[in-house]
């Protein structure tokens, strides 16, 4: 898929309750998009989000795009299938799956184990992101980012993890996502074709105030603009399955991996 202009980026840490991420004290506009983005309700939209993915893959993985289809995670509990159609004709743009850990382990957990600080957390792990060609692919993307974000505020999610390949791994670095393992380690992941990919994650609760300490390029469209054509509006994942804690009480291993974070950038 094209790629988004990377930005050189220096971190910063800080901490915000989630429910502060969209305060709507600090949007400055409303924007339509020329596309919507929402959670996939039927099989119509699910098959539009399949064709989607298998254009978008062809591009680099043509083996592995012949046998997509629907899959059985994209109706598990827990999980939510993304997509971004056309407002002219309906057509799909782009689409994105997230998962959490409400119900079941997460699918890069087929291929590696997660460290002991992200164990006993919610999680949300993106994948099957795809986009259309082009600038209206580009812009696409950066929404379904926002929508990822949006999700994990909404629904208490603590950590959000990707799994990326060279070159769209730096994309992530710019986002201020950080390597789970080794420092620009790249690791073969089952479940996107055995391909090496880096594993990457962020604290949801840090996301603004690093990107404001950053002036980071994408910090007014996701925090200082409302787009209504973006609805990630299900229903609520709080206190349900055994992976759900409440606020405010993460585990030691997680806790002091924040605070680690925040040591050492200070």
Excluded at 77 to 104: C, E, I, K, W, Y
Excluded at 165 to 177: G, N
Excluded at 256 to 264: T, V
């Amino acid at each position: 898929m094209d790629r988004i202009d990377s930005v050189v980026l220096k971190q910063n840490t800080g901490y915000t309750l989630l429910e502060e991420g969209f305060n709507s004290g600090t949007v400055k506009k409303t924007e339509r998009l020329p596309f919507t983005i929402k959670v996939v309700s039927n099989r119509m939209e699910l098959d539009k989000a399949v064709e989607m993915r298998r254009a978008a893959y062809r591009r680099h993985l043509p083996e592995f795009a012949e046998t997509m289809g629907v899959e059985a995670l994209d109706g598990a509990h827990g999980t939510v299938v993304l997509l971004a159609q056309s407002r002219l004709d309906g057509g799909p743009l782009g689409t994105m799956r997230v998962q959490t850990n409400a119900f079941d382990s997460l699918a890069v957990e087929q291929s590696v184990r997660l460290p002991d600080w992200l164990g006993q957390v919610r999680l949300a792990e993106a994948t099957r992101l795809g986009v259309a060609r082009g600038a209206i692919g580009r812009m696409v993307k950066v929404a379904l980012c926002k929508a990822y974000y949006m999700f994990c505020a909404q629904n208490g999610v603590d950590w959000m993890l990707i799994t990326a390949r060279s070159p769209l791994d730096r994309e992530y670095e710019a986002m201020l996502f950080e390597d789970v393992y080794g420092q620009n380690e790249f690791l073969p992941m089952s479940h996107v074709g055995g391909l090496p990919h880096r594993v990457m994650a962020k604290p949801v609760a840090l996301v603004r105030q690093r990107w404001a300490k950053v002036n980071h390029p994408f910090y007014g469209f996701f925090f200082e603009t409302d787009h209504v054509d973006i609805d990630v509006s299900v229903a609520s994942l709080q206190g349900e399955a055994g992976h759900g804690i409440e606020r405010g009480s993460l585990p030691d291993s997680a806790s002091d991996y924040l605070r680690s974070l925040s040591e050492a950038e200070a």
